[in-house]
């Protein structure tokens, strides 16, 4: 009579073991991943970004042609007159000339890093409140882990778990 009882009672356990192991392993885990690229190109306040730092560096190169136009005017004007320079004269015009081109070489270098520096911040600021919302997304939807790719960070990605559309989506509507 024990072995009968003992012969049940592993009979269930196994079954139980059985059951769950299977329960486990194929309990699917929710994953997804975005095109990061594909998300940004398409995201509104993105696209603002990237027109309005579009104008400012029209206007710095506008700002960079005159200076520089002058500077070639002024560089023509000392080629023209240069023979009826006396030499310290001449000195000190090509002096002036160097001190005017270096100026310009900074004043450019200055426009590009404040520009660059305008993007990164507005950049981040977008990606915070994206990063924000996925996270956000995530949670509510029940994902173990969003991946984000972006030219190949992952090898294969069925479209099924394609959530990039889905993403922008709630950013335009939020």
């Known amino acids: 009579m024990n072995t009968k009882i003992i012969n049940v009672i592993v009979a269930l356990l196994t079954a139980v073991v059985i059951a769950l192991s299977v ?10 991943y ?50 009826k320079m006396t030499t310290k004269e001449r000195s000190l015009s090509e002096e002036l000339l160097r001190n005017k081109q270096s100026q310009l070489v900074q004043y450019q270098q200055a426009l590009d890093q404040k520009l660059k520096q305008e993007e990164q911040k507005q950049t981040q600021a977008i990606l915070t409140n994206i990063n924000a919302f996925i996270t956000e997304y995530g949670k509510q939807k029940g994902y173990k882990l969003i991946l984000a790719t972006s030219g190949g960070n992952i090898a294969y990605g069925d479209n099924g778990v394609d959530i990039t559309e889905e993403i922008l989506k709630g950013l335009k509507d939020k």
């Open 23 to 32: 329960v486990v392993f194929t309990k699917s885990e929710k994953i997804a």
């Open 34 to 83: 975005i095109d990061t690229a594909k998300l940004l190109s398409n995201y509104p306040q993105m696209q603002e970004i990237k027109k309005k730092l579009e104008i400012e560096a029209g206007k710095a190169r506008s700002n960079v042609d005159t200076l520089t136009m002058e500077f070639q005017n002024s560089l023509k004007e000392y080629e023209k007159n240069q023979s």
